[in-house]
């Protein structure tokens, strides 16, 4: 039985698992997955990057102009998307841009232009930073949350369409990403492309090598080694997974001593000459795939939801963990 729901297009079944319209469910070459919230969204998320293009082209005029010195805000998930964000700003040539913690944002520093990533418009830490900025310098905040503070306090770019009903973060902040990866003149065809690639692979085979990895390590450079933060951060709120994650070049210098059999390492990007045999050589599992890193995104996802399927645990409602901090 199905009952309807009040957000987005879709239903609810009678054990409060929510049901994409356009979500596919596993073929006979995949196990079979419990149904949540995170499996849906984590589906959608090709088509999402595809109408991101859109977004970034009616809203255009909200978002950083090349030669602007801009300054990114946001918090978990989201400070890595702003991260990710300013690796490829600065890397295109467009100016000085700057990802920072809205609980840490430095004083004395002059921008042309604020961005604040926020899906829930109510983490506090957000809102006091967006409070404490300058009042002439254009800001904008990115959410997906209709009728939130954070809404009242800048100009909005508003995607309701890719919130999300679980805890856990992934469609919105990719999306996010996507947007302002097409605005700053990117063509993510191939990334579309090869996260519908990912979606399409049974589970089992494309991640034997890491689903039971007793420790994952993550490591990239550029905009990727803000993804592979990410990753790592998606491991630990879904399943409690033990991983860490480096900048590529730093894992040498340290890290590389917790490499070994039973572990894994998984690269996000273009690799380090001379790294993965390396890696290899400790009896570690080394995991790469030559595609965007916003693809390699995707298949963390389905890991997620495999490994949590595996320990019996719910994805969707991670422990100690809510949508939005909220401090008294």
Same mark, same amino acid.
């Given at each position: 039985?199905?009952?309807?729901?009040d957000r987005?297009?879709?239903?609810?079944d009678?054990?409060?698992?929510?049901?994409d319209?356009?979500?596919v469910?596993?073929?006979a070459n995949?196990?079979?997955l419990?149904?949540t919230?995170?499996a849906?969204?984590?589906?959608?998320?090709?088509?999402?990057?595809?109408r991101?293009?859109?977004?970034?082209a009616?809203?255009?005029? %909200?978002?950083?102009?090349?030669?602007?010195r801009?300054? *990114?805000?946001?918090?978990?998930?989201?400070?890595?998307?702003?991260? +990710?964000?300013?690796?490829?700003?600065?890397s295109?040539?467009?100016?000085?841009?700057?990802?920072w913690p809205?609980s840490? *944002?430095?004083?004395?520093?002059?921008?042309?232009?604020y961005?604040v990533?926020c899906?829930?418009?109510?983490?506090?830490? *957000?809102?006091?930073?967006?409070?404490?900025?300058?009042? !002439?310098?254009?800001?904008?905040?990115?959410?997906?949350s209709?009728?939130t503070?954070?809404l009242?306090?800048a100009?909005?770019?508003?995607i309701?369409e890719?919130d999300e009903r679980?805890v856990?973060?992934?469609?919105f902040?990719?999306?996010?990403?996507?947007? %302002?990866?097409?605005?700053?003149?990117?063509? %993510?065809?191939? +990334?579309?492309a090869?996260?519908l690639?990912?979606?399409?692979?049974?589970?089992?085979?494309?991640?034997?090598?890491?689903? =039971?990895?007793?420790q994952?390590?993550f490591?990239?450079?550029?905009?990727a +080694? !803000?993804? +592979?933060d990410? !990753?790592?951060?998606?491991?630990?709120?879904?399943c409690?997974?033990?991983t860490?994650?480096?900048l590529?070049?730093?894992?040498?210098?340290?890290?590389?001593?917790?490499?070994g059999p039973?572990?894994?390492?998984w690269?996000f990007?273009?690799m380090?000459?001379?790294?993965?045999?390396?890696?290899r050589?400790?009896g570690? =599992?080394f995991?790469?795939?030559?595609?965007?890193?916003?693809?390699?995104?995707?298949?963390?996802?389905?890991?997620?939801?495999?490994?949590? !399927?595996? %320990?019996?645990?719910?994805?969707?409602?991670?422990?100690?963990?809510?949508r939005?901090?909220?401090l008294?």
């Open positions: 039985m199905l009952l309807e729901c987005l297009d879709c239903k609810i009678m054990n409060d698992h929510w049901v319209p356009g979500y469910p596993p073929d995949r196990i079979s419990p149904a919230h995170l849906a969204e984590v589906a959608t998320q090709p088509d999402d990057w595809t991101a293009a859109d977004t970034a009616v809203h255009r005029n %909200l978002l950083p102009v090349s030669g602007e801009v300054a *990114v805000l946001g918090c978990g998930t989201s400070l890595f998307m702003a991260r +990710a964000f300013a690796s490829l700003r600065e295109a040539g467009q100016g000085l841009t700057d990802a809205a840490a *944002v430095p004083t004395g520093r002059e921008y042309d232009r961005l990533i899906r829930s418009g109510t983490t506090t830490e *957000v809102l006091d930073a967006i409070s404490a900025l300058p009042e !002439a310098i254009p800001r904008t905040v990115i959410s997906s209709p009728g503070p954070a009242s306090m100009e909005t770019i508003l309701p890719v679980s856990v973060q992934t469609r902040a990719t999306t996010t990403l996507a947007i %302002l990866r097409w605005h700053l003149g990117e063509d %993510l065809s191939s +990334a579309i090869q996260a690639a990912v979606l399409a692979e049974p589970d089992v085979e494309s991640l034997e090598g890491v689903r =039971h990895a007793e994952i390590g490591v990239g450079m550029g905009f +080694a !803000a993804l +592979a990410e !990753a790592a951060l998606k491991l630990r709120e879904s409690r997974s033990w860490d994650s480096y590529a070049t730093e894992y040498r210098h340290g890290p590389i001593s917790l490499a039973g572990r894994a390492v690269a990007g273009p380090v000459p001379g790294l993965a045999d390396e890696i050589s400790t570690a =599992h995991e790469h795939r030559d595609i965007d890193p916003l693809a390699e995104l995707v298949r963390v996802h389905r890991l997620c939801l495999l490994r949590a !399927a595996d %320990l019996g645990l719910d994805p969707d409602r991670p422990r100690n963990l809510s939005s901090v909220i008294g």
